[in-house]
């Protein structure tokens, strides 16, 4: 389990992480969305060592991060901006993965090359970017940890290779109880990878939920009455938004489906239809309920993640 | 372990070049080296292992700089960090992988450079190829520890570079500048007379640097010393790069300091060395060289500051701490009396002296004279000694603070400037440069001393020459020469001689041409003794008769162009040469010849005749030269120092009235004939058509083959008894007539000495002291 508390990361004058408290359980895909420059990628290298913290802790199996290769040996990173030595070949990385992580398994590095089709000998500096990403997945898989951190590894991929790399983390986290964290400043990207997905902004966490609980508790209604009506007629339900245009009103309703379907149908609605929520629309009610406005850029956040 | 084969493996792509570099480079150096056809001396520590020194160099920072390359990229950087490996770990495994590498190139140069000199028997001191490994393994760690604090500090290219320089060398510049400025200021002390700490050679890394200027300071630089202070301080800089690695934020990454403050820090210590140039004295702090380094000082910072922070604004903002290395200058300039005033009065007490010593005037040179090498071992304990010491201390620091300097006994005879070195009771050592007002009582005081007095009779032992006369001891050639060693080795034995003009007592009524002091040749030996190469000539001077035999008998057997015949077809054209470009050059040099005084002394005669020369001063020897050349030419050989000989030599050229060279066939078979000459006039002689000759020391020489006979090569020749009587007539009358045409080619003769007409009795063996 990863554990961050009053996690704090400056950057000189600027405060990229401040406070940020998170459990992220074992065996999961956590997701973590946010705006450029939230935090997401620092959040990513503090729960790799690479950053000490200013201020509070992270944690893997309770065991602090920073410069603790026992810890360390458990994770493994794919940053957005991904490194390779100078004038090598996958071959060569292997070596150096197969020298530093303990169980790094050369069986499935080969099975990872054969799959993604991508060809070890080759020299990394004739691939493509979607190519060198792809790589570093292959790298990164092959290491066997127990925690796989990815930061905006999907932006690069191809719809093919990234359902691909998503089929292999599946397994690893059903077959090995692997725990992967994924970041991206797309919610379309993770909704349908992730078992959790935290929003990070202005360097804390401003909202954390199951995937799963969060499309079924948050529904969307059209309804439409024959008589005048206002707010006020859906008391009792735990309403999130309500617009009306016409006779026609909308709403964002929490809670139970069933239970929400049998209310409104006792008030003989003319019109009454449940409309599924993408996740990005859960995710902006669930936040405007809780107060945050994203109508200005983020400031905060600093110019490192 | 992993991770150490890891960094090995990543190293190697920039390491096997330097590798293969440094390899080919000493391979190709020792074999021109021991290929060239002319050694005279054994090489120098440097000489033999310059591509090894250049490595060191290279090797330590461009490892650091590969070792520790992702520090200055933040993916690169952020990926390390990633890894399952502390810190420290991490930093030792490309530490101890960049020390194999230069290990292993340095121990393969080394082996390669000591393997060539070997299989090609080429002398040279044994103890440096023992030093030589752990000298530029000690380098080469000393110039990556501080290339890995200031890549660990930094992280980008130019900082990474800036900061190497800055923790490489600023403290050691300090020390020289502080060293120069000292001694710039107190005339009586030289580089070899600094106190261990001010010594800027004990750091072998700058040391080396510093020999490049000042090569004075090789004799002290090359030391097992030097080289084991230097692994501990290597080792003691790895231990802060350790440090600072692990406290090193991977953020930092991409820039050039942790802070703006951190960044002008580094300025300011760039821009101090500049700061600091008048402290040392090269530069006279006048109006104009204060503005200059000033805006030089400012430039440097304001140029570094520009380069880092790419914005004027916050240069302008941070420019007032320029003067801060601007004030500490001034502060050294002023604090730099004090360890001046200090060594002025550190004037000891004769009872506090325990003994002093005489490093020798070549102590600067690592080839210095085997004698001079054998008193500078010698602890004088003499009371009179330290006495005569001490007073010419005083007297010289007086004479410092009267007129600034102690160049003041130069118009005095037989005063002396030696090193002298005094050791206290309680082991404090001053060293100093000392004018001394007789070299005599100087010398008298020291003879007391019984090594002394061996020391200065002391040839090197036979067993330690490598090379004599530029021969080595392994070549055929030297077989010829060796009799000439042996000869003067029995003659100073039986006579007790001593060999080296400095440690002789003098007057003013010596006389360097006449009776046994008269000069044959030279004797050249070279070799070392443990780790002191040595290089003496010695002069082989009718006093040591054996030798002089030998060496007359080694240059008779070496003649092999005299051409006597051609001499004189050219002598007899000398009036009516036919081309402006002939020439004749005749140099008459007799032995014992007797004078008036009642000596036998050695004169000398020049015979040149051009077309050009209207002057009637050669002309009018025409007459007496001819009448030598023909008495020459039926003389014979001698190998008799004693005798009255003459050993001529010429060269000339005259068009012949057929319009060819006079000489032709000589001309022709100098200039393709490889006769008694070495390979590199053979060489020579196949690619320029130059001709190569043997001077009287033995040396070759090279001549430009334009026509041009030369004879450089002559045997010693003596006269039957008829042509003796008028030869010295004829050289009375030379005399006579240049005495009258006010021509002082040679000084020889004084009004109260000429030239005598009478045989001497033949001269007496010099005693044993």
Sequence with gaps: MIKARKLTKRFGEVEALANLNCNIPQGCIYGLVGANGSGKSTFLRLCNGIYKPDEGNVSINGGEVFDNPSVKAHCVFVPDDLYFLPQSNLLRMALLYESMYPCFSKERFHELCGTFKLSASRPLNTFSKGMRRQAATILALSAMTDYVFFDETFDGLDPVMRNLVKGMLYDDVLERGCTAVVTSHSLRELEDTCDQLALLYQGGIVFESDVQNLKTTLFKVQVAFSQEYDRSLFEGLDLLAFTKQGSVANLIIRGDSAACKTAITEKNPLIFEILPLTLEEVFLYEMEALGYSFEEPAVKGGNRA | ?769
């Design chain 2, 1 to 769: 372990m992993k991770p150490y084969l890891e960094s090995v493996r990543r190293l190697s792509r920039v390491a096997l070049i330097l590798f293969v570099l440094t390899f080919v480079a000493s391979l190709i150096m020792a074999m021109q080296y021991c290929m060239r056809s002319y050694v005279s001396s054994i090489p120098s520590f440097s000489q033999m292992f310059l591509p090894v020194i250049i490595y060191m160099f290279a090797g330590g920072f461009i490892l650091a700089l590969d070792g520790f390359f992702f520090l200055n990229k933040r993916a690169d950087s952020d990926y390390y960090h990633s890894l399952p490996v502390s810190r420290k770990r991490l930093f030792w495994s490309v530490t101890l992988a960049a020390l194999t590498w230069l290990a292993a190139t340095v121990l393969a140069s080394v082996i390669v450079i000591l393997g060539v000199y070997t299989i090609t028997h080429t002398a040279f001191v044994p103890n440096y190829g023992l030093l030589a490994a752990p000298f530029c393994i000690a380098g080469g760690m000393l110039v990556f520890a501080a290339a890995s604090i200031g890549i660990s500090i930094t992280g980008t290219w130019i900082s990474n570079i800036a900061l190497t320089l800055i923790v490489l060398g600023l403290p050691r510049f300090i020390q020289f500048v502080v060293s120069r400025g000292i001694l710039a200021r107190f005339g009586m002390m030289g580089w070899l007379d600094l106190p261990w700490y001010l010594t800027p050679v004990t750091n072998v890394a700058t040391g080396q640097i510093v020999t490049f200027t000042h090569n004075l300071l090789q004799t002290q630089l090359y030391s097992m010393v030097n080289a084991g202070y230097s692994i501990l301080l290597a080792a003691l800089e790895l231990l802060v790069a350790c440090m600072l690695f692990v406290r090193r934020p991977s953020e930092l990454a991409e820039h050039n300091a942790r802070s703006a403050n951190i960044q002008t820090l580094y300025a300011c210590l760039l821009a101090f060395p500049i700061a600091i140039l008048f402290t040392s004295g090269a530069i006279s702090p006048t109006l104009i060289n204060v503005l200059i380094v000033t805006a030089v000082t400012i430039a440097l910072y304001a140029i570094y500051q520009i380069v880092v922070l790419r914005n004027s604004k916050r240069v302008l903002h941070t420019l007032p701490w320029a003067l801060v290395p601007a004030a500490l200058a001034v502060a050294m300039f002023f604090g730099i009396q004090i360890p001046v005033n200090a060594a002025k009065n550190d004037i000891p007490l004769i009872q506090d002296v325990a003994y002093v010593q005489f490093p020798g005037s070549n102590r600067t040179s690592g080839n210095r004279s085997y004698d001079e090498y054998l008193v500078s071992q010698i602890k004088f304990t003499d009371q009179d000694l330290k006495d005569y010491v001490l007073t010419s201390l005083r007297d010289n620091v007086a004479t410092i603070d009267r007129y600034g300097n102690v160049n003041y006994r130069t118009e005095e005879n037989y005063t002396t400037l030696e090193p002298v070195s005094i050791v206290l009771n309680n082991g404090h050592k001053i060293k100093r440069f000392l004018w001394f007002s007789s070299s005599n009582t100087l010398n008298t005081l020291r003879n007391e001393n019984e090594e002394y007095a061996k020391a200065i009779r002391a040839l090197p032992p036979e067993d330690s020459i490598r090379y004599q006369q530029g021969f080595d001891v392994y070549d055929a050639k030297y077989q010829t020469v060796e009799p000439i060693v042996q000869a003067y080795y029995s003659d100073i034995e039986t006579t007790g001689l001593i060999p080296n003009w400095s440690y002789n007592q003098h007057s003013e009524t010596e006389d360097y041409s006449a009776e046994g002091k008269q000069s044959f040749g030279s004797l050249t030996l070279a070799g070392y003794v443990g780790n002191q190469r040595y290089y003496d000539n010695y002069d082989i001077r009718r006093e040591t008769q054996n030798a002089s035999k030998a060496w007359m008998t080694w240059q008779n057997s070496q003649s092999t162009d005299e051409y006597f015949d051609v001499l004189k077809q050219i002598s007899a054209q000398a009036s009516s040469f036919l081309s402006k470009s002939d020439s004749l050059n005749c140099t008459f040099s007799f032995y014992n010849v007797p004078m008036s005084s009642g000596v036998r002394q050695y004169n000398e005669f020049y015979y040149g005749r051009n077309p050009m020369d209207t002057t009637i001063l050669n002309s009018s020897f025409e007459p007496y030269a001819n009448e030598l050349i023909d008495i020459i030419s039926r003389s014979e050989p001698t190998t008799d120092p004693n005798s009255f000989c003459v050993f001529m030599t010429w060269s000339g050229r005259a068009i012949d009235k057929d319009g060819s060279y006079i000489g032709e066939d000589v001309i022709k078979k100098q200039a393709t004939s490889g006769n008694s000459l070495s390979t590199a006039s053979n060489m020579l002689l196949s690619s320029w058509g130059d001709v190569v000759y043997y001077t009287s020391g033995g040396n070759p020489g090279y001549y430009s083959n334009d026509g041009t006979v030369v004879s450089f090569n002559p045997c010693y020749r003596a006269f039957s008894a008829e042509d003796e009587a008028r030869v010295i007539e004829i050289l009375k009358d030379w005399k006579a007539l240049q005495k009258e045409l006010q021509f002082n080619y040679s000084d020889v003769e004084s009004e109260d000495t000429i030239i005598g007409s009478s045989a001497l009795p033949a001269p007496t063996p010099t005693p044993v002291p």
